[in-house]
Nanobody, 119 residues
């Protein structure tokens, strides 16, 4: 099992910044990649960004490219999402995900952290 705990969400004005953290514990070696997803009210959960444990592979959704930066502290088993130039449409619950070597049915999710961007 991999246990994921997100933190760093909150209320911010448009144009502001937040940094989300996701601390992983447990059998972290069973996951090969970490990522962030988000779900706005009334919408489906969508991909935001992902990073391999080695940090060599990074991807972003087009909607956040150039504004968000994902990073990883292997020593702390923590993945970060630096969010700059926030927009009201970034408002959502942000979830951390760990992709399991065993396949998507074994992936792990955190409980999420709320990000609210006011206009």
């Amino acid at each position: 099992q991999v246990h994921l705990v997100e933190s760093g969400g909150g209320l911010v004005q448009a144009g502001g910044s937040l940094r989300l953290s996701c601390a992983a514990s447990g059998r972290t070696f069973s996951a090969y990649r970490m990522g962030w997803f988000r779900q706005a009210p009334g919408k489906e959960r969508e991909f935001v960004s992902r990073i391999s444990w080695g940090g060599s592979s990074i991807y972003y959704a087009d909607s956040v490219k150039g504004r968000f930066t994902i990073s990883l502290d292997n020593a702390k088993n923590t993945v970060y999402l630096q969010m700059n130039s926030l927009k009201p449409e970034d408002t959502a619950v942000y979830y951390c995900k760990a992709d399991s070597w065993m396949g998507p049915e074994y992936d792990y999710w955190g409980r999420g952290t709320q990000v609210t961007v006011s206009s």
